[in-house]
């Protein structure tokens, strides 16, 4: 790894803190999507005047720019950004991205994205985000270690990084390597700081990381989606069978979210029938099996060709086909007032952040489709990132101190129970029903009862309030009340 106190002493490029307003522009702004979808909910709370606008408010908004060696010698110009939209509790936290298109709009949208997911599981952070603007395929490992670490240094010298202030995570483009990357360089800033490892989620866990966090957001998806689908009298509504065995599903994006979201739907009983990714998409009504489809992409560098799936005539034509659940698990704005019409599910989970506009969510809720917003079903890689954070700050592996003593617990329990009965516990039951919850239990067991615990809280305020809200009005209502509520707790508003 190269020294990150070499690279970034050269390094230290203009800042810009821009004004807190979006960029105009033609078609309605990612930032004003999510401002809609808020403002919907507002109708419906009783807000001191004035404590909306600092809701929405992006509280800081970081651009900066700066050189990236090449490999070949020539000098690149990075531009990156780094959101904290909200204060209202901190640290600030949010992924960064790593993307050909990403903008100041897309970062400041997904900030704010962040602060109402993070009070709606009860998370306690201000929502963040960053993003940088590359297409990663274009540069080397050594190439992206450079830019990672200058982007960790541009944050720290500007207090953008640290356990306290604003922790980072994986996004689009980034996973454990990357937050590697920034936790090692964190490390070698703060040398003497106790807590360095908490300034960064998501990395492997010999970094710090914690079991569960690669997969949690797609966990997570999968918790929060089979909680709807056992709720008898909403799968009745959408004339299906309560449960996610046999459901048919399609998913858009192969990523971190998409991949693991898959599996577990798989592992749940469900029928993946369609895949799209970036090279075009499938569909196979018989089901695809996701373990062998990985091993044919990374054969022939492409779903398509599959044996068994049909190929469509593009990358977007599988989120039209017909199925119980779709999950879109790539980007946002990829159900619109353009295809929403055709689009055929029942469920549309948005384990992406914002993959269906305002304008689309609304007609599909029109319709009767139920769409499990983004705020909350993709909510599981940040708690995740919480337990991961609170690791890092105890010091502690969970389960470490109580493993043990559970086990020899529960075994005297067994044991007796094998005296009393006179019978004798199977060996494999036995070890099962014995076992103390070691960290991978735990984080699952945390994220479980997050999310279940997540869509009841919605459920709750949309049949109170009205039976025909759509579910992302409630989870809005749910997270501005939390929000409204430490406000008003401050002091600051009348
Ligand atoms: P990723 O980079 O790991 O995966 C994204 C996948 O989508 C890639 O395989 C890419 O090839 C594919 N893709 C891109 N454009 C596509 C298109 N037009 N059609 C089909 N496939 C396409 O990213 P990720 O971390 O899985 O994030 C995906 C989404 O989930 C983003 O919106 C992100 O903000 C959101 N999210 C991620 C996390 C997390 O923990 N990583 C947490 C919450 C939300």
Avoid at 79 to 87: K, P, Q
Avoid at 197 to 204: D, I
Avoid at 205 to 216: K, L
Wanted: aromatic residues 6%; proline residues 4%; charged residues 25%.
């Amino acid at each position: 790894m190269s020294s990150p106190g070499l690279a970034v002493a050269l390094l230290i490029s203009p800042l810009r803190l821009l004004e807190r307003n979006p960029p105009v522009s033609q078609t309605i702004s990612f930032s004003d999507q999510v401002n809609r979808n808020v403002d919907r909910a507002a109708k419906h709370l009783d807000l001191p005047p004035g404590m909306l606008d600092q809701i929405k408010a992006c509280n800081t908004l970081c651009e900066f720019n700066f050189p990236l060696v090449r490999d070949d010698g020539s000098i690149e110009v990075i531009r990156a950004w780094r959101a904290e939209h909200s204060h209202h509790k901190l640290p600030t936290k949010g992924g960064i991205r790593y993307a050909a298109n990403v903008d100041a709009d897309e970062v400041m949208a997904l900030a704010s994205l962040m602060t109402y997911k993070c009070a709606l599981v009860d998370v306690p952070f201000g929502g963040g985000k960053g993003g940088i603007k590359i297409a990663k395929w274009q540069y080397s490992d050594a190439e992206l270690e450079r830019i990672t670490r200058h982007y960790t240094y541009q944050l720290y010298s500007r207090n953008m990084i640290g356990p306290g202030t604003d922790v980072p995570a994986p996004d689009y483009g980034t996973g454990p390597r990357e937050m590697g990357w920034i936790v090692d360089t964190c490390r070698a800033l703060m040398p003497d700081r106790l807590n360095a490892a908490a300034c960064v989620t998501g990395k492997p866990i010999n970094h710090g990381g914690v079991r569960g966090r690669s997969g949690a957001t797609g966990r997570g998806v999968f918790f929060g989606t089979r909680e709807a689908c056992d709720q008898a009298d909403e799968m009745k509504r959408l004339g299906l069978s309560t449960g996610i065995e046999g459901k048919t599903v399609v998913i858009q994006g192969l990523g971190n979210v998409g991949l693991s979201a898959a599996r577990f739907f798989e592992q749940g009983g469900a029928r993946i029938i369609g895949v799209a990714e970036y090279e075009g998409s499938i569909h196979s009504p018989k089901g695809i099996d996701i373990e062998r489809l990985m091993v044919h992409r990374q054969e022939t560098e492409s779903i398509v060709g599959f044996p068994g799936a049909e190929a469509l005539p593009d990358r977007a034509s599988a989120l039209e086909l017909e199925c119980d659940i779709l999950i879109p698990a790539a980007l946002e704005n990829q159900i619109t007032a353009e295809n929403v019409d055709r689009i055929r599910a029942k469920i549309v989970a948005e384990a992406a952040n914002g993959p269906v506009t305002s304008e689309a969510s609304e007609s599909l809720h029109r319709r009767g489709v139920m769409v499990l917003p983004d705020a909350f079903i993709n909510a599981g890689g940040v708690t995740v990132s919480y337990f991961e954070w609170l690791k890092n700050l105890s010091h502690v592996r969970f389960g470490r101190l109580d493993k043990r003593f559970e086990q020899a617990t529960f075994s005297g329990i067994l044991k007796e129970i094998e005296e009393l009965t006179g019978k004798t516990i199977a060996d494999d039951a036995f070890a099962r029903m014995s076992h103390g919850a070691d960290e991978a239990d735990l984080v699952d067991s945390g994220l479980e009862e997050t999310m279940i615990n997540a869509y009841h809280e919605i459920l709750k305020i949309q049949r109170q309030r009205d039976s025909a809200m759509d579910l992302r009005t409630a989870s809005f209502i749910c997270a501005i009340e939390k929000i409204a509520k430490v406000y008003l707790e401050l002091g600051i508003f009348p």
